[in-house]
């Protein structure tokens, strides 16, 4: 309460009447550096996803389905009103806006953290109501005594030998389409894809190796805004040889404003800020950005590696399953301690470099919140009973990896029996779909909810989401979810697959498993078919399986399934732990 008073003190002193928080930073990403966290710093939620409107007498936060119970919490007591996205009775915070900021009142926020298309947004909201905005403030400049700085760690090269092509061959295809486009200038302000181009990777954001910068591609050169403190020698030099000439991060604005001709934005990825040092003069061409859709087709090298990063997360994830149902009810392990020790299996593993999120480790009805996070006050204890979700993964040189298991640990109801079956219906269901080429994450969302339907029973957030290559493990543009994305699946891409189920005080069931689409049926009369290949390795828990549920199409596949895990990692284990892997892969 202290800091939201803060906040209204220093909008008063600035005619704001409305000020709003989001949860990116300047580049628009889902993670962000700690410098950029003000909207966790003045209300108190810590979750990933979310806008805080401040007025002067009320607050609000928008946020997700994957954090309603957790943000109830965290916000109770604060003063501020939590609004459902995508949730009947809950109004967008654009409609929000449309119906309470009238006539001669002023909205304020940091141009750099919204996006064009956001910024526009609000700017048609504003004609229509009359009323002003002010982008140029960041209030939290002042009041957020401790704010931590922006980060400096060094970037380094990720060599050819894991990318599988040079970042002069990626420039190559960029100013091809930019030809095509009839576009002279390409402002990119994207870190994962910033990273993916110049074959560089770093660490200024936890989890996401990517390093804080800016790109402004020309047709005659190519220019990379970052810290030059970021950047040794070595570095340096094999970028100007790759065609990218080195600028400090603050010097982009004062470069836009020089630009004369045709240009090419992400207007959901550039900010505001950016965007209003163009000239108006200045055309701008308004498409998804071209690094996007480039990165998402991996190549083969990229695929080749992926593999066997996902063998060796396996290979961790099953030491971790046997320590812990070895251990369970001879130690105190919790779910903080639990993490933490899988994270410690991870780092033994070749070419490890962090955690690509931070582990979700909810026992019994902590998994209900679907990105809980434990702390000293939350942690419980696990012991020899219910249900115990891990959602987790690995940063490796050749390969991001994503993975859920939901662990029986001793006796369980039959309803958690019965939603347990049910997820993994679904989950099969999605992995054993074969589509025709054209077909979208929309089209295919249904076959995972299907079998929880069924049931009266849905989950509100997606069931798949793209992942970077040794980059983000949440990359779009690919994704399966009931609406908004309308990205056709080529073979080459990698998702998810993660049904699950939510009772908010129960439990919490998820069954995540990595997917590459491939090439299927190529019919001359009716098209060409893809599939996906199962990329994960590692035993679903048939402690929690109802066999008669399932048909026997989902028996044959969980026994090949796990028939394929077994293969894959047992050379890689000792002989207590290849018998431990035999009892988890089971025929059934």
Same mark, same amino acid.
């Given at each position: 309460?202290?800091?939201?008073?803060?906040?209204?003190?220093?909008?008063?002193?600035?005619?704001?009447?409305?000020?709003?928080?989001?949860?990116?930073?300047?580049?628009?990403?889902?993670?962000?550096?700690?410098?950029?966290?003000?909207?966790?710093?003045?209300?108190?939620?810590?979750?990933?996803?979310?806008?805080?409107?401040?007025?002067?007498?009320?607050?609000?936060?928008?946020?997700?389905?994957?954090?309603?119970?957790?943000?109830?919490?965290?916000?109770?007591?604060?003063?501020?009103?939590?609004?459902?996205?995508?949730?009947?009775?809950?109004?967008?915070?654009?409609?929000?806006?449309?119906?309470?900021?009238?006539?001669?009142?002023?909205?304020?926020?940091?141009?750099?953290?919204?996006?064009?298309?956001?910024?526009?947004?609000?700017?048609?909201?504003?004609?229509?109501?009359?009323?002003?905005?002010?982008?140029?403030?960041?209030?939290?400049?002042?009041?957020?005594?401790?704010?931590?700085?922006?980060?400096?760690?060094?970037?380094?090269?990720?060599?050819?030998?894991?990318?599988?092509?040079?970042?002069?061959?990626?420039?190559?295809?960029?100013?091809?389409?930019?030809?095509?486009?009839?576009?002279?200038?390409?402002?990119?302000?994207?870190?994962?894809?910033?990273?993916?181009?110049?074959?560089?990777?770093?660490?200024?954001?936890?989890?996401?190796?990517?390093?804080?910068?800016?790109?402004?591609?020309?047709?005659?050169?190519?220019?990379?805004?970052?810290?030059?403190?970021?950047?040794?020698?070595?570095?340096?030099?094999?970028?100007?040889?790759?065609?990218?000439?080195?600028?400090?991060?603050? *010097? $982009?604005?004062?470069?836009? +404003? /020089?630009? @004369?001709? %045709?240009?090419?934005?992400?207007?959901? #990825?550039?900010?505001?800020?950016?965007?209003?040092?163009?000239?108006?003069?200045?055309?701008?061409?308004?498409?998804?950005?071209?690094?996007?859709?480039?990165?998402?087709?991996?190549?083969?090298?990229?695929?080749?590696?992926?593999?066997?990063?996902?063998?060796?997360?396996?290979?961790?994830?099953?030491?971790?399953?046997?320590?812990?149902?070895?251990?369970?009810?001879?130690?105190?392990?919790? *779910? $903080?301690?639990?993490?933490? +020790? /899988?994270? @410690?299996? %991870?780092?033994?593993?070749?070419?490890? #470099?962090?955690?690509?999120?931070?582990?979700?480790?909810?026992?019994?009805?902590?998994?209900?919140?679907?990105?809980?996070?434990?702390?000293?006050?939350?942690?419980?204890?696990?012991?020899?009973?219910?249900?115990?979700?891990?959602?987790?993964?690995?940063?490796?040189?050749?390969?991001?990896?994503?993975?859920?298991?939901?662990?029986?640990?001793?006796?369980?109801?039959?309803?958690?029996?019965?939603?347990?079956?049910?997820?993994? +219906?679904?989950?099969?269901?999605?992995?054993?779909?074969?589509?025709? #080429?054209?077909?979208?994450?929309?089209?295919?969302?249904?076959?995972?909810?299907?079998?929880?339907?069924?049931?009266?029973?849905?989950?509100?957030?997606?069931?798949?989401?793209?992942?970077?290559?040794?980059?983000?493990?949440?990359?779009?543009?690919?994704?399966?979810?009931?609406?908004?994305?309308?990205?056709?699946?080529?073979?080459?891409?990698?998702?998810?697959?993660?049904?699950?189920?939510?009772?908010?005080?129960?439990?919490?069931?998820?069954?995540?498993?990595?997917?590459?689409?491939?090439?299927?049926?190529?019919?001359?009369?009716?098209?060409?078919?893809?599939?996906?290949?199962?990329?994960?390795?590692?035993?679903?828990?048939?402690?929690?399986?109802?066999?008669?549920?399932?048909?026997?199409?989902?028996?044959?596949?969980?026994?090949?399934?796990?028939?394929?895990?077994?293969?894959?990692?047992?050379?890689?284990?000792?002989?207590?732990?290849?018998?431990?892997?035999?009892?988890?892969?089971?025929?059934?």
């Amino acid at each position: 309460m202290n800091n939201l008073e803060k906040l209204r003190e220093a909008m008063e002193k600035e005619n704001i009447d409305y000020y709003i928080i989001p949860s990116s930073d300047s580049h628009q990403s889902e993670y962000v550096a700690e410098h950029f966290k003000g909207r966790e710093f003045i209300s108190g939620f810590t979750g990933s996803a979310g806008v805080l409107l401040v007025g002067l007498k009320e607050a609000f936060l928008w946020t997700d389905g994957r954090y309603f119970i957790q943000a109830e919490r965290e916000l109770n007591g604060s003063g501020i009103s939590l609004m459902k996205m995508r949730t009947p009775g809950y109004p967008t915070i654009e409609e929000w806006i449309k119906k309470n900021i009238k006539s001669k009142k002023t909205l304020g926020f940091d141009g750099r953290l919204f996006s064009v298309n956001q910024y526009k947004g609000f700017l048609d909201i504003s004609k229509e109501n009359n009323f002003s905005i002010n982008m140029d403030n960041d209030l939290l400049k002042n009041i957020w005594e401790a704010r931590p700085e922006l980060p400096k760690s060094k970037i380094f090269l990720h060599g050819e030998a894991y990318s599988g092509k040079y970042a002069s061959e990626k420039l190559q295809e960029v100013r091809k389409h930019m030809k095509e486009k009839d576009a002279k200038n390409y402002i990119i302000s994207s870190l994962d894809d910033i990273a993916w181009l110049c074959n560089i990777r770093g660490n200024d954001v936890k989890f996401n190796p990517v390093a804080l910068s800016y790109v402004l591609i020309n047709e005659n050169y190519a220019n990379l805004y970052i810290n030059n403190a970021k950047i040794d020698d070595n570095t340096k030099e094999k970028l100007k040889n790759e065609g990218f000439e080195i600028y400090e991060y603050d *010097e $982009i604005e004062e470069h836009v +404003k /020089l630009i @004369e001709d %045709r240009t090419i934005i992400d207007p959901n #990825k550039l900010n505001a800020k950016i965007y209003s040092c163009l000239s108006s003069d200045v055309k701008v061409i308004n498409e998804m950005n071209i690094t996007t859709k480039l990165k998402a087709i991996k190549n083969e090298v990229e695929i080749a590696n992926t593999e066997k990063s996902q063998v060796r997360d396996g290979v961790a994830m099953v030491k971790f399953i046997k320590w812990l149902k070895d251990n369970l009810g001879k130690e105190k392990i919790t *779910e $903080i301690s639990a993490s933490k +020790k /899988l994270t @410690e299996f %991870r780092s033994k593993g070749e070419n490890y #470099k962090g955690d690509s999120f931070g582990t979700i480790a909810g026992y019994k009805e902590h998994a209900a919140m679907m990105h809980y996070s434990a702390t000293e006050a939350t942690d419980y204890e696990i012991k020899q009973e219910g249900m115990f979700l891990v959602d987790s993964g690995g940063q490796y040189l050749d390969g991001t990896t994503d993975i859920t298991r939901t662990f029986i640990l001793g006796n369980i109801t039959e309803e958690e029996k019965r939603d347990f079956t049910l997820v993994l +219906k679904g989950h099969i269901a999605l992995s054993t779909a074969k589509f025709l #080429k054209g077909t979208t994450g929309v089209n295919l969302d249904i076959l995972a909810r299907r079998p929880l339907w069924n049931y009266g029973i849905d989950y509100k957030c997606g069931t798949g989401h793209g992942v970077g290559y040794f980059l983000n493990v949440h990359e779009g543009p690919q994704g399966i979810r009931p609406e908004g994305n309308s990205t056709v699946l080529k073979p080459g891409m990698i998702i998810t697959n993660e049904p699950g189920v939510y009772k908010e005080g129960k439990h919490g069931i998820r069954i995540e498993n990595t997917l590459l689409v491939v090439k299927d049926i190529n019919s001359e009369e009716f098209g060409e078919f893809y599939k996906f290949k199962t990329i994960s390795y590692c035993p679903i828990d048939l402690n929690g399986v109802v066999i008669e549920m399932l048909t026997n199409e989902e028996r044959d596949w969980l026994n090949n399934y796990h028939k394929i895990v077994f293969e894959k990692l047992s050379p890689y284990l000792n002989d207590e732990e290849i018998e431990f892997l035999k009892v988890q892969t089971r025929e059934i």
